[in-house]
């Protein structure tokens, strides 16, 4: 059976609440996050790593501040997404948070995994946030459809080696794993690796579809109802 990997934002959820009801909600919360679990080991580890990359940095209002103004540039930040991560878990819990899922990606992990495929989770987002996202969408608990979650800790996502890391984490060759994701240099850096690609074209988050050159050779669909041919 083949492996599927997925992206999340633009692909399995909009783009648009990832920018528009998480980044906000983690911005706004973080300050008193901070306040409240500053002393906590695993929160000060991932302050202490912001102050340390900062030199003289060591005011956790500061890092705060430089925190938030990482939300405000999509900075792809390890410390940040873990932060993020539990900031968010805050809000999960609480019920403030309930992830919005696009209705063909449910029906689509809900089919392939019924199917026998093996399903996992590939996103900038730390693992501990995935899997809350997952645990608490609008369709319910998918978190146990997933076998696997990856973040920026295999590496960055334009890059093949976080791909083969990927692959051999999940101890399958390259080639049986088909990576899902909107951004055409990751679909390049997963065929560099030797996964089959197929990218995620949606007209909510992209309006105008892209070109067969802009697709860069991989295939292009709308829907994860289009995506089995390629499984």
């Known amino acids: 059976m083949t492996t599927i990997l997925t992206d999340i934002e633009g692909t399995t959820s909009s783009i648009s609440f990832v920018k528009e009801v998480l980044f906000p909600f983690a911005r706004r919360a973080l300050p008193g996050f901070v306040r409240t679990h500053g002393d906590d080991p695993?929160?000060?580890?991932?302050?202490?790593?912001?102050?340390?990359?900062?030199?003289?940095?060591?005011?956790?209002?500061?890092?705060?501040?430089?925190?938030?103004?990482?939300?405000?540039?999509?900075?792809?930040?390890?410390?940040?997404?873990?932060?993020?991560?539990?900031?968010?878990?805050?809000?999960?819990?609480?019920?403030?948070?309930?992830?919005?899922?696009?209705?063909?990606?449910?029906?689509?992990?809900?089919?392939?995994?019924?199917?026998?495929?093996?399903?996992?989770?590939?996103?900038?987002?730390?693992?501990?946030?995935?899997?809350?996202?997952?645990a608490h969408t609008d369709a319910g608990d998918l978190a146990s459809l997933f076998d696997a979650f990856f973040d920026t800790e295999v590496g960055h996502k334009r890059e093949s080696g976080s791909y083969a890391t990927i692959a051999s984490q999940l101890g399958v060759e390259a080639g049986d794993i088909v990576f899902l994701s909107d951004v055409v240099e990751e679909l390049d850096a997963a065929r560099e690796a030797g996964m089959r690609t197929v990218l995620l074209d949606r007209r909510e988050d992209y309006p105008q579809p892209r070109t067969k050159a802009e697709c860069n050779g991989h295939p292009r669909v709308g829907s994860f109802s289009a995506v089995d041919p390629y499984l």
């Open 42 to 134: 695993e929160v000060r580890r991932w302050l202490d790593a912001v102050a340390a990359e900062h030199g003289a940095m060591c005011d956790d209002a500061m890092i705060v501040e430089t925190l938030q103004g990482w939300i405000d540039q999509d900075r792809k930040h390890t410390a940040l997404k873990a932060l993020q991560g539990m900031v968010w878990r805050e809000g999960y819990l609480s019920g403030e948070l309930r992830a919005d899922m696009y209705p063909d990606a449910v029906a689509g992990l809900q089919r392939w995994h019924a199917a026998g495929h093996r399903l996992a989770l590939y996103s900038s987002g730390s693992v501990a946030a995935q899997k809350l996202l997952f």
